[in-house]
């Protein structure tokens, strides 16, 4: 499977190419296209907004995309042990949602906290359901609107495939695209996605965060450029899962700084220590990743064994 892919423009539309498995995948970012969710099959719909994924018959993750809720996402994402390794609406922080897609400051809208009832990101529509056994997964256009005006759109693509070891990865490719002359992209809180992991991996629990430079917890991996960034804790029987980040090296800002909190939660920063994001018709902005649902800690689960495979996918 290849963690290749690019943007570029063709007969004025905004186009995601990705490729993956040596298949060409078309997403047109402005297109119109829509599937519908079955029942049955690899992605399937088990209620009303929401449908679960299993690769090669193994549920692996749920995305819920209601249009009541303030924003979709993708929780729980099951470790291999089946359990969750995320966590949904924490106490203290009922914007965290699992893996989810917003911002702080998009061009002076709140597209993260949720405290603003009329700004929200709302599901459009499926533009493509891979239901097939080895890598299933979709692709969904999203609306952020405020006020009933849509002020950015995405389009996230999230496909998932089972490991030799029984770990498991999700490749996510983010496109945003605005039809206003200029959207700016700021400030301190945002994810491309953010990740919420469960409360007892917590490093206020006794889990531990690492990162590719071997950085270690909050205080090692807060504001700090890396490659991978893992976060991981005990079940309470003893056993250690865990979700790891790992970003792709054509990301604008590769390696990027990260927001990690002992708490909880953490992402790469697009924009805190760096550069604003610009959004122009003509010029959308795509980042990517793969994530690691894991068994054991860090070191046990290959981590930067795994980055190294996607680099050399990259570079191949």
């Known amino acids: 499977m290849s963690f290749s892919a690019l943007s570029h423009r063709r007969s004025g539309m905004s186009v995601l190419r990705t490729v993956f498995v040596g298949a060409l995948i078309v997403l047109t970012i402005n297109g119109c296209l829509s599937y519908e969710v079955a029942q049955n099959g690899f992605v399937r719909e088990i209620a009303p907004g929401v449908i679960e994924i299993r690769p090669q018959g193994v549920k692996v993750a749920e995305y819920r995309y209601d249009t009541e809720l303030p924003k979709p996402y993708l929780c729980p994402v099951l470790a291999p042990d089946g359990r969750a390794v995320t966590e949904d609406s924490p106490s203290g922080h009922k914007h965290h949602h699992g893996v989810w897609i917003g911002y702080e400051q998009v061009n002076g809208h709140d597209f993260w906290t949720e405290q603003e009832p009329e700004t929200r ?28 005006t849509t002020i950015v759109y995405d389009e996230r693509m999230f496909r998932f495939r089972l490991l030799d070891n029984g770990d498991y990865a999700i490749d996510v490719t983010v496109t945003l695209g605005t039809n206003s002359d200029t959207v700016t ?37 807060m504001q700090k450029r890396a490659r991978w960034l893992d976060y991981c804790g005990k079940r309470d029987d003893g056993t250690w899962v865990g979700i790891a980040y790992l970003v792709h090296p ?29 959004l122009k018709p003509d010029r959308p902005f795509t980042v990517r990743c793969r994530l690691i ?9 290959r981590i930067k064994e795994r980055f190294n495979e996607c680099a050399a996918e990259v570079a191949d």
């Open 121 to 148: 990101l709302r599901h459009d529509r499926f533009v493509h359901i891979f239901d097939q056994p080895q890598y299933p997964g979709f692709i969904a256009h999203t609306r952020w609107e405020s006020g009933g």
């Open 185 to 221: 992209i700021e400030g301190a809180y945002g994810g491309l996605p953010a990740v919420r992991v469960a409360g007892e991996l917590r490093v206020t629990a006794g889990g531990r965060i690492t990162n590719s430079e071997g950085g270690v917890n909050e205080e090692g991996t």
């Open 250 to 278: 054509a990301n604008r800002d590769f390696p990027p700084y990260w927001f990690v909190r002992d708490g909880g939660w953490f992402a790469p920063s697009h924009t805190r220590w760096g550069e604003p994001i610009v």
């Open 293 to 301: 649902a894991h068994r054991g800690n860090t070191k046990e689960a």
